[in-house]
């Protein structure tokens, strides 16, 4: 058993499922192989971790989160957690127009067959309010245009762990997962579908502060 199998087996699933609580809605729309891309709403540490928790066998095997080069790759204990444990694939934060060269590794799995979670917010934002996606996933699906991409709103994790805090609070946490829908040759009208089906998937939970 490898590391990362060994601590979701043995610390973050059991976190998660007794600690946490987990509800999520529309689990069979969560694709059992790749490549697919995941894009999630992202206010917390506990995202990534959440998310990859939800998948298991060869499917999680095949589990990489987009996350900053220069924030995860800063340490030493940092670069061991975020690639034994969690598989990042890192990417630069930075403006460049050679959006191929920077998406390469993120491109490489999913020439593997990578299931990819990626945040379009970027950076994580205030706890339980969306923030404004950016375009960058505009430009990796131009690359791989017969990739599905599979919408999914988390709601509660701001509460439990937000950003800036350091204090585990336990939340119940609702997850909702979307169709999965495909590259538009139109960057407005690419992101106006995503922001569509985001805030869609925020709605159904109806909840108060929203």
Same mark, same amino acid.
């Given at each position: ?6 601590? =979701? ?5 059991p976190?998660?499922? +007794? ?28 995202? &990534? ?15 990489r989160?987009?996350?900053?080069g ?6 030493? !204990?940092?670069? =061991? !957690?975020? &690639? ?11 403006? &460049? ?23 379009? *917010?970027?950076?994580?934002? *205030? ?15 131009? *690359? ?8 999914? !709103? ?6 439990a762990?937000?950003?800036?805090? =350091? ?13 999965? +829908? ?9 992101? &106006? ?13 109806? +909840?108060?502060?929203?």
């Open positions: 058993m490898t590391m990362k199998n060994l601590l =979701f087996a043995i610390l973050v699933r976190v998660i499922l +007794f600690v946490l609580g987990l509800n999520i809605r529309g689990r069979d729309k969560l694709p059992e192989s790749g490549p697919c891309v995941i894009i999630a709403n992202h206010n917390s540490h506990l995202d &990534t971790l959440v998310l990859m928790s939800l998948f298991r066998g060869k499917s999680f095997s095949k589990v989160p987009v996350a900053a220069d924030y995860f790759m800063k340490n030493k !204990f940092l670069v =061991f !957690f975020s &690639t034994k444990v969690m598989n990042i694939i890192p990417i630069e934060r930075k403006m &460049t127009r050679d959006f191929r060269g920077m998406f390469k590794p993120v491109l490489q799995s999913l020439d593997d067959d990578g299931i990819i979670i990626l945040f379009p *917010e970027g950076s994580r934002g *205030e706890a339980e309010q969306l923030s404004k996606y950016k375009s960058g996933i505009y430009y990796l699906m131009r *690359e791989k245009p017969e990739v599905p991409v599979v919408p999914l !709103f988390i709601h509660g994790l701001g509460k762990l937000p950003k800036g805090s =350091f204090v585990f609070v336990p939340f119940f946490i609702d997850i909702f997962v979307g169709d999965k +829908f495909y590259y538009k040759d139109n960057r407005n009208d690419f992101m &106006t579908e995503l922001n569509e089906r985001m805030n869609t998937l925020q709605e159904e939970g109806q +909840f108060s502060e929203w």
